[in-house]
């Protein structure tokens, strides 16, 4: 089975918690505070691993949740960071973002490892809060969450040489008989469902990987038939070879079927249109062929294509295609571009407001304090403890709220929002 598409849910892990603890230990009465930082959530990565060759595995699993930081300890320890999770895929599977539809990754070098989500930071301990006037806090932070969001995951496969043209006129048959794939093979329109991959082998030093991709029809780049879901297929190709039943078995007319395949790819993308093509004319062993080569010949001169007549069934002209093919892949494969394996980021990080970059607007008799690094930090401590309560009120004073509230003369008792946080106004 060849699964191409694939959605899942990715998340980084959660920080762990800051501990709040104290020392207890003998002659030591009041030892201070010793809780240590919460552990550092674990990341999500991608990582390329050739012996993968489809997202089948993707079929059954759709989350994937990396484990959270471990809480702060006594002592001062800080908690385990939570192990990485890291997710294979194979070469050539493009990752974009769920809502937006925007490609994020191009995973095509092997062992391309790629960090995707961050895991959530830690929270700090009860240690970090002590101050000259603060000798004892009770209190600490929580660990940031980790990032979520759902990817999309296609497959496009990564061959040197891509087979196409309409259904029946003879691609599996090529492939099998030139490599050791064995494709599902049948005189019925459509017989090739999925793409398929066979290694062809001339001697050492002399292979090549070609793909069967399925038949295409009149109005495939509009999708139909199979249409776009394969012709993206193509795109990862170097070469092109196109083959067309030359005793047009099907009825249909061989020099129309070289038109409209032509015309398909161009439509798709013309930079596939341009891209280096062999014309093939099949089953030169049916009489029928005969009155069609030379017309066929011709189109592909006129093209300033090379034309190569064979019999896929008999053999008759397919080994001098394929030796010409195993000399023009390795000046194409010098034309490839060098992708540096991708380690960094691939989401930027959250981009933190500072905590004094806040705005105030009223709102039915009620004044709203607003400010995402503000909001940040408050989420981060445990609003019910009175010491934490007592800290986030010294940040307050700090930061200039209280002037500015001052200021704007905002009268006594009015009450006043600090996202969850609510209190009256006193001056």
């Known amino acids: ?3 191409d598409q694939a959605r899942i849910f990715v998340k980084a892990g959660d920080g762990g918690d800051g501990a709040v603890r104290f020392r207890r230990e003998k002659y030591i009465p009041a030892g201070g505070p010793a809780g240590g930082d919460g552990g550092r959530g674990g990341s999500i990565y991608f990582e390329v691993d050739e012996g993968l060759s489809t997202l089948l595995d993707f079929r059954y699993r759709r989350k994937f ?19 990485d999770l890291v997710i294979k895929v194979p ?15 191009d995973l095509t070098a092997a062992g391309q490892k790629v960090l995707v989500l961050p895991g959530g930071r830690g929270g700090r301990g009860n240690t970090r809060f002590r101050t000259p006037t603060r000798q004892a806090p009770a209190f600490a932070e929580r ?12 497959l496009k496969l990564l061959a040197d040489v891509g087979l196409v043209g309409y259904p029946n006129a003879g691609k599996s048959t090529i492939l099998s008989a030139a490599s050791a794939a064995r494709p599902k093979i049948a005189a019925y329109p459509f017989t090739t469902l999925t793409p398929k991959l066979g290694m062809v082998r001339l001697e050492p030093g002399k292979s090549f990987v070609v793909a069967d991709i399925p038949g295409l029809v009149e109005g495939a780049h509009k999708g139909v038939g199979l249409g776009t879901d394969f012709l993206k297929h193509i795109e990862r190709t170097r070469l092109i070879l196109h083959v067309i039943d030359a005793a047009a078995v099907e009825g249909r007319d061989p020099l129309d079927d070289y038109e409209k ?53 008999t053999g008759e002209g397919l080994s001098k295609l394929l030796w010409r093919v195993a000399e023009i892949i390795p000046q194409l494969k010098k034309q490839d571009p060098v992708a540096d394996p991708v380690e960094e980021l691939v989401l930027p990080e959250e981009e933190y407001q500072a905590v004094d970059d806040f705005s105030i607007s009223q709102e039915n008799g009620e004044y709203l304090v607003e400010g995402e690094g503000l909001a940040r930090l408050m989420r981060r401590l445990d609003l019910n403890n009175p010491e934490a309560i007592s800290y986030l009120q010294s940040i307050f004073e700090k930061i200039g709220l209280h002037r500015t509230l001052a200021e704007m003369q905002v009268p006594e008792g009015a009450t006043v929002r600090v996202g969850e946080l609510e209190f009256e106004y006193m001056e």
């Open 143 to 154: 660990g940031e969450p980790g990032r979520g969001l759902w990817l999309d995951l296609e």
């Open 261 to 313: 395949i032509k015309a398909e790819l161009s439509q798709y993308s013309p930079e596939l249109g341009a891209r280096l093509q062999i014309v093939v004319a099949n089953k030169i062993d049916l009489p029928q062929a005969s009155q069609n080569l030379k017309l066929l010949e011709e189109k592909a001169r006129k093209d300033q294509r090379e034309f190569f007549a064979i019999s896929a069934a």
């Open 91 to 105: 070469s050539g599977t493009l990752v974009k973002h769920g809502e937006t539809g925007k490609t994020l990754l």
């Open 65 to 83: 949740i990396a484990p959270g930081g471990q809480s702060g300890q006594s002592k001062n320890k800080t908690g385990r960071d939570g192990q």
């Open 1 to 3: 089975m060849f699964i």
